[in-house]
């Protein structure tokens, strides 16, 4: 026969935790029972139920041969299952940035592998499962220089393109165009934005090759400008790459134009928009195609107090003054005081700009490199075969043709 209280055990329901504190409590009651012994009761344990551990994912690195992938371009790792996270990490030990697809089924680094390096990754999934690998790039077959135009920290004119010289020639344009950027900040902002214009392969250098970058429209006044070159981590071409990388901001000053009208025989300045000054002017001959001043946006691109004019065609060598050179070929906007009286009247110059030197002096500190100088109203076209900083002699359309991309 049961006993009262194993029966009331039995009842459970609303007072089982009250009668397990009494069976507690009261314990001694079955004592001496049936054997004189403490009853006791073992409980039944049912095993635990083992999990087999997920399979690791298989990763793959995109357009890897043998155990290298091709430097010059970002690494894609696949995944053959979605991903939690993966960390890639170069030789040093340094996180390598990049993001993952949407599916977080591929990793794509955010720029491209260098040359002759090795990175490792550790990919996780979401339940857990890890796996791990390396990816090693292929060597260089030799480093080559290049050098810009702008230094870090200049100051620039509005028109002023960049142009990347190369010491060798770029056979893979596409490849190294397409991992080039310009960035800008607007004066008072705190945010980069991709400037709007495009890089344009042009043969200023040949046989070497130059790629210069210019704006749709002018630089925005006072703005900062940041130039990301991975040179060193690109394949320029048959496995020739660069000496360095570069990574460098510099400074869009003023808005400064001067509208150069032949016809009118003056200069107007243009500062921020406002119009600061004109001077009588004499351009080049109008009736000599050799001696016109050529129509089209140039740029300044030095200045000289004194400089030796000198000229093996029209035999002579003239001392000036005040000289702000607006064309690589032999054309100034400067001091001569032989031509005042014809300034503000009449053409009579060899090509060059020729002002009082009152008025020249007065321009002359104001004018910085990259300042547009946009002469209207003459016979002769601006083109690449008088200079080679005809950047804004072409259209957007002829412009953009001349990009690899």
Same mark, same amino acid.
């Given at each position: 026969?049961?006993?009262?209280?194993?029966?009331?055990?039995?009842?459970?329901?609303?007072?089982?935790?009250?009668?397990?504190?009494?069976?507690?409590?009261?314990?001694?009651?079955?004592?001496?029972?049936?054997?004189?012994?403490? %009853? @006791?009761?073992?409980? #039944? +344990? /049912?095993?635990? =139920?083992?999990?087999?551990?997920?399979?690791?994912? *298989? $990763?793959? &690195? !995109?357009?890897?041969?043998?155990?290298?992938?091709?430097?010059?371009?970002?690494?894609?790792?696949?995944?053959?299952?979605?991903?939690?996270?993966?960390?890639?990490?170069?030789?040093?030990?340094?996180?390598?940035?990049?993001?993952?697809?949407?599916?977080?089924?591929?990793?794509?680094?955010?720029?491209?592998?260098?040359?002759?390096?090795?990175?490792?990754?550790?990919?996780?999934?979401?339940?857990?499962?890890?796996?791990?690998?390396?990816? %090693? @790039?292929?060597?260089? #077959? +030799? /480093?080559?220089? =290049?050098?810009?135009?702008?230094?870090?920290?200049? *100051? $620039?004119? &509005? !028109?002023?393109?960049?142009?990347?010289?190369?010491?060798?020639?770029?056979?893979?344009?596409?490849?190294?165009?397409?991992?080039?950027?310009?960035?800008?900040?607007?004066?008072?902002?705190?945010?980069?934005?991709?400037?709007?214009?495009?890089?344009?392969?042009?043969?200023?250098?040949?046989?070497?090759?130059?790629?210069?970058?210019?704006?749709?429209?002018?630089?925005?006044?006072?703005?900062?400008?940041?130039?990301?070159?991975?040179?060193?981590?690109?394949?320029?071409?048959?496995?020739?790459?660069?000496?360095?990388?570069?990574?460098?901001?510099?400074?869009?000053?003023?808005?400064?134009?001067?509208?150069?009208?032949?016809?009118?025989?003056?200069?107007?300045?243009?500062?921020?928009?406002?119009?600061?000054?004109?001077?009588?002017?004499?351009?080049?001959?109008?009736?000599?195609?050799?001696?016109?001043?050529?129509?089209?946006?140039?740029?300044?691109?030095?200045?000289?107090?004194?400089?030796?004019?000198?000229?093996?065609?029209?035999?002579?060598?003239?001392?000036?003054?005040?000289?702000?050179?607006?064309?690589?070929?032999?054309?100034?906007?400067?001091?001569?005081?032989?031509?005042?009286?014809?300034?503000?009247?009449?053409?009579?110059?060899?090509?060059?700009?020729?002002?009082?030197?009152?008025?020249?002096?007065?321009?002359?500190?104001?004018?910085?490199?990259?300042?547009?100088?946009?002469?209207?109203?003459?016979?002769?076209?601006?083109?690449?075969?008088?200079?080679?900083?005809?950047?804004?002699?072409?259209?957007?359309?002829?412009?953009?043709?001349?990009?690899?991309?």
């Amino acid at each position: 026969m049961s006993h009262p209280l194993t029966r009331r055990l039995a009842l459970g329901g609303a007072f089982a935790a009250a009668i397990t504190v009494c069976a507690a409590a009261c314990g001694s009651l079955e004592k001496d029972h049936a054997s004189g012994q403490e %009853a @006791s009761e073992k409980p #039944t +344990r /049912t095993p635990a =139920a083992t999990t087999a551990a997920p399979d690791p994912p *298989t $990763v793959t &690195v !995109a357009g890897q041969s043998g155990d290298t992938i091709a430097f010059g371009a970002p690494v894609v790792l696949n995944s053959s299952a979605a991903l939690r996270t993966i960390a890639v990490t170069d030789a040093s030990g340094h996180a390598v940035d990049g993001a993952f697809s949407a599916k977080h089924t591929s990793w794509s680094s955010t720029g491209p592998i260098g040359p002759g390096v090795s990175w490792t990754w550790t990919a996780t999934t979401p339940g857990g499962a890890v796996s791990h690998g390396t990816i %090693a @790039s292929t060597a260089a #077959t +030799r /480093t080559a220089s =290049a050098v810009g135009n702008i230094g870090p920290g200049v *100051t $620039v004119g &509005v !028109a002023a393109p960049i142009v990347v010289n190369f010491n060798t020639l770029v056979t893979d344009k596409a490849a190294v165009e397409r991992q080039l950027q310009v960035l800008v900040r607007p004066n008072g902002s705190q945010t980069w934005s991709p400037a709007a214009g495009s890089w344009a392969w042009l043969p200023d250098n040949a046989p070497n090759s130059t790629v210069h970058f210019r704006t749709r429209e002018y630089w925005p006044a006072y703005s900062e400008v940041r130039v990301i070159m991975p040179l060193a981590h690109l394949d320029w071409g048959g496995g020739v790459t660069g000496e360095q990388d570069f990574d460098w901001k510099f400074s869009i000053g003023r808005s400064q134009v001067v509208i150069a009208d032949a016809r009118t025989h003056a200069i107007a300045i243009f500062r921020d928009g406002a119009h600061v000054a004109t001077y009588p002017a004499s351009y080049g001959l109008d009736s000599d195609p050799r001696r016109v001043t050529r129509t089209g946006i140039n740029i300044v691109t030095e200045k000289l107090q004194t400089i030796d004019m000198k000229s093996k065609v029209f035999h002579y060598s003239d001392i000036e003054h005040w000289a702000v050179r607006f064309n690589d070929d032999g054309q100034f906007i400067h001091a001569n005081p032989a031509t005042l009286a014809e300034q503000g009247h009449s053409n009579v110059s060899h090509g060059c700009i020729n002002l009082s030197t009152e008025n020249a002096k007065a321009y002359y500190p104001t004018a910085i490199y990259g300042d547009p100088v946009d002469v209207r109203g003459t016979s002769v076209l601006l083109d690449d075969t008088r200079t080679q900083l005809y950047d804004w002699a072409l259209s957007w359309k002829q412009w953009t043709a001349l990009s690899a991309l």
